[in-house]
């Protein structure tokens, strides 16, 4: 009698050929793989401890290692809240972009540049502690300068972006944070280009809107301060 492609017959028994096994075990494997990426993709995210909330714009704080060469770690007085525009106009170059950036280059041989909030039109970045000083002024460490006694942020200008929504949300962060931290508006609200000889937040200057943009901080920031009376 012949014997099967698939056994043999020894002593009584039947023995699998080795290349089903081989076949077998592979599919096994196959289907515990798809098993542990579906988990995965299904699983329920966690909660991220990190989120926080600015009149319903969802706020990342993501700090920049303590020891970075991008962040000194020197405490300060809070002073300023200095204005920026990323000037970067790349599509898909929002908050979450730059806080990968200033990451990734916090260690960097030359250039080393921080600030401590990138907003843009859904969402706002924070990378370092309020009460510690940056490189974002370009004035070096002087006293009462940018660097020194200013909060950094940086505001999205990139394609695909809604401009005027990243305004209302940079807007609503420096009201938030003239509360916080007992600022006066009207003497805390610098642009970049009060610390150096830079156009810079450039399409705010351009278009003659900064005195637009401090009288809407200034009528946030007294809304936000009247509602904390009443509580």
């Known amino acids: ?10 002593k009584g028994k039947r023995a699998v050929n080795p290349a089903v096994i081989a076949v077998a075990v592979l599919m096994l494997l196959s289907f515990m793989g798809g098993m542990l990426t579906q988990r ?5 995210p966690q909660q991220d401890a990190n989120l926080s909330y600015i009149d319903g714009i969802p706020v990342y704080t993501d700090f920049i290692p303590e020891g970075s060469r991008a962040r000194p770690g020197q405490t300060r007085e809070i002073k300023y809240l200095v204005i920026h525009e990323t000037d970067n106009f790349s599509a898909g170059a929002d908050a979450a972009a730059h806080n990968s950036f200033i990451h990734q280059n916090a260690d960097a041989d030359s250039g080393i540049v921080s600030w401590h909030y990138t ?15 940056a490189y974002h002024a370009g004035d070096m460490m002087t006293e009462n300068g940018g660097n020194m006694n200013g909060i950094g ?19 609503k962060l420096c ?23 830079k156009v810079c937040p450039a399409r705010l200057i351009n278009e003659g809107r900064w005195d637009e943009f401090c009288a809407a901080v200034k009528q946030k920031y007294t809304e936000l301060k009247a509602a904390d009376a009443e509580n």
Do not use: W
Not at 4 to 10: E, G, N, P, V
Not at 40 to 44: E, I
């Open 175 to 197: 009201a938030q944070l003239c509360l916080s931290y007992n600022l006066n508006p009207d003497k805390a609200l610098k642009k970049h280009q009060d610390f150096m000889e």
């Open 40 to 44: 995965a993709l299904t699983k329920t």
């Open 119 to 133: 907003v843009d039109d859904h969402e706002i970045y924070h990378h370092l502690p309020d009460t510690e000083t």
């Open 1 to 10: 009698m012949k014997t099967s492609a698939f056994y043999r017959r020894k």
């Open 153 to 171: 942020i940086e505001m999205c200008v990139n394609e695909g972006g809604n401009y005027e929504q990243t305004l209302i949300n940079t807007e």
